[in-house]
């Protein structure tokens, strides 16, 4: 079964701080990678997607993917107490069933006034 | 207001006695998918379609099943639901593309399901 990995935190920063978040990936063939945010008692809300190696900028938030190391990562700049959810990263198969989606457990983020 | 709806939104039921999780979307999206939510294992894929009449396993798609028969409906059928089936369950849709897959999902807001 392809693996998705996420240290499940919790991840605490400070108010303003930049906060990281990782994601490790097995298949090597996964071309789509996406963070979800969670509020507690929520839906999961996509907040980006990359497919290309490199960076990809939104508002705050970056997103890493680098394919060769199979990480992805998401920064979150000026972090403020409202991003305190859990961040889950979601992989597509990277074969002919690219509609299957792997997520990992989840990252639990605190920013802390 | 596009949305993805889910019905129930919490079912306490007993072991074995057949039960159906009805989701439906009103934003014409070709895709459609079933996850469950557990405690440290985050979102399980159980089932998903690509269209009507299409339907593909997932990761966990054992004890489920579904259907595709219209375009806005995925109902999710437990056959004979087991104390391992409790769980939280969301529904999402999305359009599809071909080649990269870059399409947003939507949730629908869950089913707290409980089997005694």
């Known amino acids: 079964q392809k693996e998705v990995e996420q240290n499940s935190g919790p991840l605490s920063v400070p108010e303003g701080a930049i906060a990281s978040l990782n994601c490790t990936y097995s298949?090597?063939?996964?071309?789509?990678f996406f963070w979800y945010r969670q509020y507690s008692g929520k839906s999961p809300e996509l907040i980006m997607f990359i497919y290309s190696n490199g960076d990809k900028e939104d508002g705050r938030f970056t997103a890493q993917l680098n394919k060769a190391s199979q990480y992805v990562s998401l920064l979150i700049r000026d972090s403020q107490p409202s991003d305190s959810a859990t961040y889950l990263c979601?992989?597509?198969?990277?074969?002919?069933?690219?509609?299957?989606?792997?997520f990992g457990q989840g990252t639990i983020l605190t920013v802390h006034p | 207001e596009a949305q993805v709806t889910q019905n129930p939104r919490y079912l306490i039921t007993v072991t074995g006695k057949k039960l159906t999780v009805t989701c439906s979307q009103n934003?014409?999206?070709?895709?459609m998918s079933w996850y469950r939510q557990d405690p440290g294992l985050g979102l399980r894929q159980i089932y998903y379609s690509m269209n009507v009449e299409v339907t593909d396993k997932g990761d966990v798609p054992e004890g489920y099943k579904v259907s595709r028969k219209e375009k806005r409906n995925f109902p999710l059928i437990l056959e004979s639901p087991s104390p391992n089936q409790t769980s939280l369950y969301f529904c999402?849709?999305?359009?599809?593309?071909?080649?990269?897959?870059?399409?947003?999902?939507?949730f629908g807001p869950g089913t707290r399901l409980t089997v005694l």
């Open positions: 979601a992989v597509n198969d990277g074969g002919t069933s690219y509609g299957k989606l792997t």
């Open positions: 298949d090597r063939g996964s071309q789509s």
């Open positions: 999402a849709s999305s359009t599809t593309s071909t080649g990269t897959w870059n399409n947003e999902q939507f």
């Open positions: 934003m014409n999206h070709e895709y």
